[in-house]
């Protein structure tokens, strides 16, 4: 599965950014995607995640500001960004999981990523 991620930058916080990741995952008929991000000094923190049937979820840090969404006709996957504060900064990741085991929904965030993109650097200045 290829994960192509774009759409970073800097941005004032309150601004908006739409980030965008292309992908190769409609060969496929069940899987979780999400975008995760890590910022230096932290660990990696999953932010939100979209299935196969469309469900999603998030972060309790994200939700009401964030939004993950697919479109299947170009195989892409998006993360708009509201609200942004300056803990947002981070470089963002998007990753998918073919064929998860234990079912899709809120469970797409308790597995094991196994295909990743290679980053797109968000930053937030206040």
């Known amino acids: 599965v290829q994960l192509v991620e774009s759409g970073g930058g800097s941005v004032k916080a309150g601004g908006s950014l739409r980030l965008s990741c292309a992908t190769s995952?409609?060969?496929?008929?069940?899987?979780?995607m999400g975008w995760f991000r890590r910022s230096p000094g932290k660990e990696r923190e999953g932010v939100a995640y979209i299935d196969s049937d469309g469900k999603t979820n998030y972060a309790d840090s994200v939700k009401g500001r964030f939004t993950i969404s697919k479109d299947n006709a170009k195989d892409t996957l998006y993360l708009q960004m509201d609200s942004l504060k300056p803990e947002d900064t981070a470089m963002y990741y998007c990753?998918?999981?073919?064929?998860?085991?234990?079912?899709?929904?809120?469970?797409?965030?308790?597995?094991?990523?196994?295909?990743w993109g290679q980053g797109t650097q968000v930053t937030v200045s206040s």
């Open positions: 990753a998918a999981h073919l064929y998860p085991p234990h079912g899709l929904g809120p469970t797409c965030a308790l597995y094991d990523y196994n295909y």
């Open positions: 995952i409609n060969s496929y008929s069940r899987y979780c």
